[in-house]
C-alpha cells in the first residue's frame, strides 16, 4: 500500500495550494479517499473526503466553501485544491481511505500513514 501526498509549500495567507496523492491502484479503485492534517502539537483532523465514483464528497466545516477535493481514477490520484488559505490550515497533510466508503473518512485511527506533505501558511 502506497500513499504518497505532494504539492506542499510556503504560502502567504489568501492565496493558493494544489495537493495530490498518489495511491496504488489496487487501493484506489473504487475506494473512498481523504484528506487529513496535522499541526504541530494538534491531533492529526479530517479535512476532506470523496467516495469512489467521485460525486459525493465531505469537508470540515474549517475547509467548507475554501478547499475543493477531486478525483482522477485514471491517474489514481485524489486532490486537494486549497484557496483562500489560513495561517491555520498549516500542517502536515496526508491521505488515506477506507472501503466502507465517505462517512468511515471522517475517522484518523488508520492503522497506517503514508508520506505527508507540509503546508507553511504566513500571516
Known amino acids: 500500500v502506497q500513499l504518497q501526498a505532494s504539492g506542499g509549500g510556503f504560502v502567504q495567507a489568501g492565496g493558493s495550494l494544489r495537493l495530490a496523492c498518489a495511491v496504488s491502484g489496487n487501493i484506489f479503485r473504487n475506494n473512498a479517499m481523504g484528506w487529513y492534517r496535522q499541526a504541530p502539537g494538534n491531533q492529526r483532523e479530517f479535512v476532506a473526503g470523496?467516495?469512489?465514483?467521485?460525486?459525493?464528497?465531505n469537508y470540515a466545516d474549517s475547509v467548507r466553501g475554501r478547499f475543493i477535493v477531486s478525483r482522477d481514477n485514471a491517474k489514481n490520484t485524489v486532490y486537494l485544491q486549497m484557496n483562500s488559505l489560513k495561517p491555520e490550515d498549516s500542517g502536515v497533510y496526508y491521505c488515506?481511505?477506507?472501503?466502507?466508503?465517505?462517512?468511515?473518512?471522517?475517522?484518523?485511527?488508520?492503522?497506517?500513514w503514508g508520506q505527508g506533505t507540509l503546508v507553511t501558511v504566513s500571516s
Open positions: 470523496i467516495n469512489g465514483s467521485g460525486f459525493r464528497k
Open positions: 488515506n481511505f477506507d472501503t466502507r466508503g465517505l462517512p468511515w473518512l471522517i475517522r484518523t485511527d488508520f492503522a497506517s
